[in-house]
T-cell receptor, first 115, second 115 residues
């Protein structure tokens, strides 16, 4: 099956800890994205990557880091510098290119809770 | 900066009634506009993508219209069913080259279809 997988589904973090959220896709998409969703709100972009070994900050990148060593994988690390990390994290991918058909597809999400 | 608004935030209709969901955006320079469905605790499912050159897009009982000049998109769901109960999100893709394929999301409309 083609799609996007995220793990784990639920993650608990103690204050001061770094945690890494996994995102893998087998859609052969060049671009990948990380969003954060807070209760009752829309999604906000954290980081995105257009190509392997390159990534850009989104609107709320502070306290987060990413890597893109493989086309299929785009892990997100939530560092201790992120002051309010409890949220639902969604990963997405899309074809790349400045065209009108770059539909984004989303994974099932990871719910992170700080204890 | 693009801002996307969805009003109302919540909507309740009896089964069989047609649903009309509204989305407005402030910057008409968009590549496309996507409509998504989100079930509680789940990721986003892409419903329709309307290119900036299109006026509408249809899939089954769903029809989405786009009016860039007025900064509006509308999602119509015909003959609603209880299974249509979910949150519906719209998102506008920026036309700015430097912005890549960034999506700006509205806050969503939570729909309840009563049997």
């Amino acid at each position: 099956d083609g799609g996007i997988t995220q793990s784990p589904k639920y993650l608990f973090r103690k204050e001061g800890q770094n945690v890494t959220l996994s995102c893998e896709q087998n859609l052969n998409h060049d671009a990948m994205y990380w969003y954060r969703q807070d209760p009752g709100q829309g999604l906000r972009l954290i980081y995105y990557s257009q190509i392997v070994n390159d990534f850009q900050k989104g609107d709320i990148a502070e306290g987060y880091s990413v890597s893109r060593e493989k086309k299929e994988s785009f892990p997100l690390t939530v560092t201790s510098a992120q002051k309010n990390p409890t949220a639902f994290y969604l990963c997405a991918s899309s074809p790349w290119g400045m065209g009108a058909h770059n539909e984004q597809f989303f994974g099932p999400g990871t719910r992170l809770t700080v204890l | 900066k693009q801002e996307v608004t969805q009003i109302p935030a919540a909507l309740s209709v009896p089964e069989g009634e047609n649903l009309v969901l509204n989305c407005s955006f402030t910057d008409s320079a968009i590549y496309n506009l996507q409509w998504f469905r989100q079930d509680p605790g789940k990721g986003l499912t892409s419903l329709l993508l309307i290119q900036s050159s299109q006026r509408e897009q249809t899939s089954g009982r769903l029809n989405a219209s786009l009016d860039k000049s007025s900064g509006r998109s509308t999602l119509y769901i015909a003959a609603s069913q209880p299974g249509d109960s979910a949150t519906y999100l719209c998102a506008a893709a920026s036309l700015q080259k430097a912005a890549g394929n960034k999506l700006t999301f509205g806050g969503g409309t939570r729909v309840l279809v009563k049997p």
